[in-house]
């Protein structure tokens, strides 16, 4: 059996850069040697917009589904009818039914093993909604379609240099407040916690949370949530044993460069956490999203319709995307074979010189 890990790459919007991005990480043969990428999209977009930017010809073999991908080849599965066309920079609902198809296909081929690992181009949030995608975006779904007893979805961005992921997501601000609990905390940074030990390879994980509130809540001033809320979680979380900081103020936080002495950076809301992170994250940034039995992996920028066919689009995000689903992907088989058979508990029975097996599994 082949060790090449399938990775399944989806269009994204077809109006945005999504098939820039592509096609650029696709020209350098070099990832053939680490990977099998497989394509959700249109191989006659494809060829549109490697034809409209001029660039170098990167040649597809079109197969049926995952399970046919061939290595040693760029492999492209048809998900869009012939009729299709792309109008780069235009947000129409032809471009979310495109994006909705390759992922709903990719997700499937996923689910049946036809893949190992998935990495999303960026979609439009709006007109990628239908009356079978209801989702604020690819987590929330990824969650409804994969998640297993129970399991809760947890965006994480990441580089070399840190992982901040978010208490909330797509939500709006001013709803964000009433939407954080003690044990939505608590539940988030278990699965961080878990997350930064099974993907990361982080053996004793140290995660900072960060306040809601402006200095966070200067003593109740500015606001209780720091108190009645998140010191009592991050309490909670330490008895459960996980090394869980804070509240901190995300101003003096990020300024004063204390992100670089943790693991992980739980932020409350979705800008508190993205606007540090890409500033200073650049064009190394991917998302990724724990907490599910996937591995799930995405740009950390959106369709870019303002340069949308121009051929202005870095493809060092989605390629670092792809290199860190597999870097994933090896962890979490490293980890859970190291995992699968731990040894029993050895205890002395007093009074006796023979060791004990503990048959309990406590």
């Known amino acids: 059996m082949s060790d090449k890990i399938k990775v399944g790459i989806t269009h994204g919007d077809i109006n945005g850069v999504g098939y820039e991005i592509i096609l650029k990480v696709l020209e350098d043969n070099r990832l053939l040697e680490l990977c099998t990428p497989v394509v959700y999209g249109s191989a006659k977009i494809a060829a549109a917009y490697r034809k409209a930017l001029q660039m170098p010809n990167v040649p597809m073999?079109?197969?049926?589904?995952?399970?046919?991908?061939?290595?040693?080849?760029?492999?492209?599965?048809?998900?869009?009818?012939?009729?299709?066309?792309?109008?780069?920079?235009?947000?129409?609902?032809?471009?979310?039914?495109a994006a909705f198809a390759a992922l709903e296909?990719?997700?499937?081929?996923?689910?049946?093993g036809h893949i190992d690992?998935?990495?999303?181009?960026?979609?439009?949030?709006?007109?990628?909604?239908?009356?079978?995608?209801?989702?604020?975006?690819?987590?929330?779904?990824?969650?409804?379609?994969t998640a297993e007893n129970g399991a809760h979805a947890l965006m994480i961005l990441c580089n070399s240099a840190m992982r901040v992921a978010l208490m909330t997501t797509h939500m709006?601000?001013?709803?964000?407040a009433d939407s954080i609990t003690k044990d939505?905390?608590?539940?988030?940074?278990?699965?961080?916690?878990r997350s930064l030990q099974r993907d990361f390879g982080v053996s004793s994980p140290r995660i900072a949370v960060l306040s809601l509130n402006p200095h966070a809540g200067?003593?109740?001033?500015?606001?209780?949530?720091?108190?009645?809320?998140?010191?009592?979680?991050?309490?909670?979380?330490?008895?459960?044993?996980?090394?869980?900081?804070?509240?901190?103020?995300?101003?003096?936080?990020?300024?004063?460069?204390?992100?670089?002495?943790?693991?992980?950076?739980?932020?409350?809301?979705?800008?508190?956490?993205?606007?540090?992170?890409?500033?200073?994250?650049?064009?190394s940034g991917i998302n990724f999203t724990a907490g599910l039995p996937i591995v799930r992996t995405s740009p950390d920028h959106g369709t870019g319709y303002d340069i949308a066919g121009r051929g202005e689009a870095s493809p060092e995000s989605l390629r670092n995307?792809?290199?860190?689903?597999?870097?994933?992907?090896?962890?979490?088989?490293?980890?859970?074979?190291?995992?699968?058979?731990?040894?029993?508990k050895q205890y002395y029975e007093k009074g006796s010189d023979n060791v004990k097996l503990d048959l309990t599994g406590e």
């Open 172 to 176: 709006p601000l001013r709803k964000v």
């Open 117 to 145: 690992v998935l990495v999303t181009a960026p979609i439009n949030k709006a007109n990628i909604q239908s009356e079978t995608f209801t989702f604020p975006g690819h987590t929330e779904y990824l969650e409804s379609v």
């Open 218 to 283: 200067d003593d109740g001033l500015l606001g209780s949530e720091e108190k009645e809320i998140i010191e009592p979680a991050l309490a909670e979380a330490r008895d459960r044993k996980i090394l869980a900081f804070g509240p901190y103020a995300a101003d003096g936080f990020f300024g004063a460069g204390r992100f670089v002495k943790f693991d992980g950076i739980l932020a409350m809301y979705h800008d508190q956490g993205l606007a540090p992170f890409k500033a200073l994250a650049m064009e």
């Open 184 to 193: 939505d905390i608590v539940t988030k940074l278990q699965v961080f916690n």
């Open 61 to 97: 073999t079109q197969v049926a589904s995952g399970a046919e991908a061939r290595e040693g080849v760029n492999n492209i599965v048809n998900v869009v009818g012939e009729d299709v066309r792309p109008e780069p920079g235009v947000s129409n609902a032809e471009a979310g039914k």
């Open 321 to 344: 995307a792809i290199y860190a689903a597999i870097d994933i992907y090896r962890n979490r088989r490293s980890f859970d074979e190291a995992y699968r058979s731990p040894l029993r």
């Open 105 to 112: 296909a990719a997700v499937s081929d996923l689910q049946h």
